[in-house]
């Protein structure tokens, strides 16, 4: 190769590595901070029924084994329209209970009341015809019903005027006793919720409540497994198994 060509190779060469640096030069590299800002959503939920879970346990062989399984109860929210239930007026029979030992305490459930009589123990074994209505100003008495438990209707609920059977009228669920009435939430007037015995010659004797209707009263679902109940002032029946 001739000397002026090894002497430009040599500029080149030189040349190349001056510009690419030597194996000592230190590279710097700049990151650009980058800031992400999160959105937050807050839902709020229409305050009607949740769940909750409570153990119930089952002792078996002579208490040697035990089996605990879990409860689904639906919470029932409290309600402002309740009534004491107070004998029918002065001069009536013996107390079927304690006169305001039983509040009548309503609710609603596709388009209808419902009632639940808190402080009347179910379980007790005392038969009653439960009943209810609306009394409408300028109209009267309207949407009235009764419901026999733990007899026949026409042995306890002689004279009423319309008798229900479940699904509608009377259900339990362990010690509570509630009913699916014929009043839609619609009407206004003021709710009677009785529990009585009818005799026959309409002669009824028992406690009966008023309060006035409130289409905004929670929602009461028949037919669950179990219920919360909310506090009350007659009883603390709290978590409740139907059918236990």
Known sequence: ?????????????AMVAAACGSSDATTTTTTAATTTTASVTTTTAAAQTTTSA?????????????????????????????????PHG???????????SVEAHWYQWDGSYVVLYRGFDANAGQEICAGNSILIEGTGFSNGTNSPYLNDADVICIDAAAIFEPPDGVQVCGPLLYYMTAIPVAASGTL?????????????????????????????????AAYELPPSGVDALGVIACGA
């Not at 190769?1 to 060469?13: C, D, F, N, S």
């Not at 002065?90 to 305001?100: E, I, L, R, T, W």
């Not at 529990?195 to 679902?221: C, H, K, M, Y």
């Open 1 to 13: 190769m001739p000397t002026a060509r090894i002497l430009m190779l040599t500029v080149a060469l």
């Open 54 to 86: 409570a153990a119930a346990t089952t002792t078996t062989g002579g208490g040697e084994e035990t089996t605990t399984t879990e409860l689904t109860a639906t919470v029932v929210a409290a309600t402002i329209a309740i009534g004491s239930l107070e």
């Open 90 to 100: 002065p001069g009536d029979g013996p107390h079927m209970f304690p006169p305001g």
């Open 192 to 224: 009677y919720g009785t529990l009585e015995i009818g005799f026959g010659n309409d002669r009824w004797e028992g406690q009966t409540s008023t309060t006035p209707s409130d289409a905004a009263v929670p929602q009461f679902e028949p037919g669950l």
